[in-house]
Nanobody, 115 residues
Framework: QVQLVESGGGLVQPGGSLRLSCAVS????????MGWYRQAPGKQRELVASITSGGSTVYADSVKGRCLISRDNAKNTVYLQMNSLKPEDTAVYYCKGQSYGYSYWGQGTQVTVSS
């Protein structure tokens, strides 16, 4: 059974940084595409950033220049480094993995940006 487990969320002041991690277990293969999504209260879930197994990345305009997605294929783990955090970044952040037509989601980790 494939599982994605996020960690690294928490409470941070505006301007601060957080690093989220998402570890994949139960899969014999690396995910072709891994991504981070977020969902704020009352809003739809949106893509934050994604990365392919070859290292190609996509970022939402709202986080460009402030976030960096990376992955360690040997560890089957994806990371999201978030800098210069703003209150509007507050949301539950979800990890998603895609492999051979299947999609898998983590349970989410809360990120709260507040003074």
């Amino acid at each position: 059974q494939v599982q994605l487990v996020e960690s690294g969320g928490g409470l941070v002041q505006p301007g601060g940084s957080l690093r989220l991690s998402c570890a994949v277990s139960g899969s014999r293969f690396n995910m072709n595409v891994m991504g981070w999504y977020r969902q704020a209260p009352g809003k739809q879930r949106e893509l934050v950033a994604s990365i392919t197994s070859g290292g190609s990345t996509v970022y939402a305009d709202s986080v460009k220049g402030r976030c960096l997605i990376s992955r360690d294929n040997a560890k089957n783990t994806v990371y999201l480094q978030m800098n210069s955090l703003k209150p509007e970044d507050t949301a539950v952040y979800y990890c998603k993995g895609q492999s051979y037509g299947y999609s898998y989601w983590g349970q989410g980790t809360q990120v709260t940006v507040s003074s």
